[in-house]
Structures are given as C-alpha cells and as structure tokens.
C-alpha cells in the first residue's frame, strides 16, 4: 500500500514521484516514511502554487484539479497509516 503513494504521485505531478521516492531513504520505517509524505503533502496543499511554479508547472497544470488530487492522495495517505502494517501487503517489486 504504501508503494502505491509514489505510483499515486506520478499520476499527479512526475516531479512529486520523484521527490517522494527520493525521500524513503531518509526512513528508518514505512511509519515514518508515511508520516514524512503526509506532511509533505500537506505542506503542497497549503501552498500549491509555489510548489507548481518552482518546477515551471504552474501554467501547464490545472490548479483545481491538482488540489483535488493532492487531498485525494492525502486520504489515501490516512488511510494507509490507519491499516495496521500486516494488512498492508508486499510491494510489487518484491
């Protein structure tokens, strides 16, 4: 589950899949890493023009439809940290 997040991310912004990925090495567990990428996420709903424009997104991207989606992955982002880690499943890649 926790896997999908970047796969998520991808769809919404490439650059987040890749800041996202490039974060887990700075997880000692997915916990943290799910926490660390919820306020991320966060921080990119707060402020979502700045981040857009930073990367030069900010004319290419609908900002409506990015904040829809940015809240979307930070439901599903809850809703993994709610399931308890034996629930979770294997990443695809194993």
Not at 10 to 23: N, P, R, Y
Not at 53 to 69: A, R, S
């Amino acid at each position: 589950m926790a896997y999908e997040i970047i796969v998520r991310a991808d769809i919404i912004l490439d650059v987040m899949k890749s800041e996202i990925g490039a974060s887990c090495s700075k997880y000692k567990t997915e916990d943290s890493f799910l926490e660390g990428t919820l306020h991320f996420i966060e921080r990119k709903i707060k402020d979502p023009e700045s981040y857009l424009d930073f990367w030069n997104y900010l004319d290419e991207i609908d900002l409506d439809q990015y904040k829809k989606d940015l809240e979307e992955l930070k439901k599903f982002i809850i809703k993994v940290i709610e399931t308890p880690l034996s629930q979770r499943g294997e990443p695809p890649f194993k």
